[in-house]
């Protein structure tokens, strides 16, 4: 299996190949997604600003005042917390139509460290107007997400998680939209509502429910801005919703359901499962999943004691 990183890479070198338009720019992140062949096959749609994420920001804004169709690539954290400020303008209030595509999203390269582990990015951009968000739950959905973004006209970030071997989710036969989330597997007592890789782990932890004599709904909501309302209104009559994030439970996919629950008259008990307590300390990325409670037993567990709360 490849990775999303990989995958990412491969298929915006073919859809710059067809397409002239389209400028690969990265932040000495070449390497990751094949920059190789960056340098081969496309050495004048690719530009590599080397360390330097804020500068990689203000040369892909340049490149979209012109026209230009600008992927930009880094590790997530940096991305979207060193350069917020020229996001904000250059994305935000100048609306410029850049496609940010960040790497590590959540847990994926804690083995580097806090420094790597971005959890606080969908916070971070979820509060300039305008920008949509995006998460794919695994390379198919990826490669779907990158060829509708290519003629999307809008500021769009997306959120690369999960390690080297992305679980598959989706066959050939699904449809992907922006802005209309997936429903994966349906359900009737409990509404499991999750993003990015945490979707796959959503699929174990509905068996085990279901093994456990509770029917789940399991929900990919794969865009975070703007999010799908129409979905989360299809829940109202169930008895607990469930939002699973590898992301701080402030300010990310959590925040934004319950802030759209709260609008409702009535609405179902909301459970969220995210990064609690601070940050996690360097551990590679399956022991990162384990302590910080994402494993698909642990939640079931938290979900079936929940409902008896209920």
Request: a negative charge; glycine letters at 10%.
């Amino acid at each position: 299996m490849l990775g999303m990183r990989r995958t990412c890479g491969m298929v915006l070198k073919e859809l710059a190949i067809s397409n002239s338009n389209i400028i690969i720019a990265t932040a000495d992140m070449a390497r990751y997604f094949g920059g190789e062949a960056y340098s081969r096959d496309i050495p004048d749609q690719f530009v590599d600003v080397g360390i330097a994420e804020q500068n990689l920001i203000g040369v892909a804004a340049g490149m979209a005042k012109e026209g230009y169709t600008v992927f930009a690539e880094s590790y997530a954290t940096f991305i979207t917390s060193r350069c917020l400020d020229q996001i904000r303008m250059n994305m935000g209030y100048m609306e410029l139509p850049i496609k940010l595509i960040g790497v590590g999203g959540g847990l994926s390269d804690g083995r580097f460290g806090p420094s790597h582990m971005a959890l606080e990015d969908i916070a971070n951009l979820r509060v300039i107007p305008g920008i949509t968000i995006l998460s794919p739950a695994d390379c198919a959905e990826l490669t779907l997400m990158l060829e509708k973004v290519v003629d999307y006209d809008k500021p769009t970030y997306i959120r690369l998680t999960g390690g080297a071997e992305c679980p598959i989710v989706f066959d050939s036969s699904f449809e992907f939209e922006i802005g209309k989330a997936n429903c994966i597997i349906d359900g009737k007592e409990i509404a499991i509502i999750a993003t990015g890789t945490m979707v796959a782990c959503g699929i174990e932890v509905v068996n085990l429910l279901e093994k456990n004599g509770y029917s789940a709904k399991l929900i990919d909501m794969h865009t975070l801005t703007p999010l799908d309302k129409d979905s989360i209104n299809e829940l109202m009559d169930y008895k607990l919703i469930v939002t699973m994030e590898e992301h701080m439970i402030n300010g990310g996919l959590g925040s934004a359901v319950s802030e759209y629950l709260v609008t409702q008259k009535k609405h179902p008990v909301q459970m969220f499962v995210g990064i609690r307590d601070g940050y996690p300390k360097t551990r590679d990325y399956k022991e990162l999943l384990n302590v910080s409670n994402f494993g698909a037993e642990q939640i079931a567990n938290n979900i079936i004691k929940k409902l008896m709360e209920i």
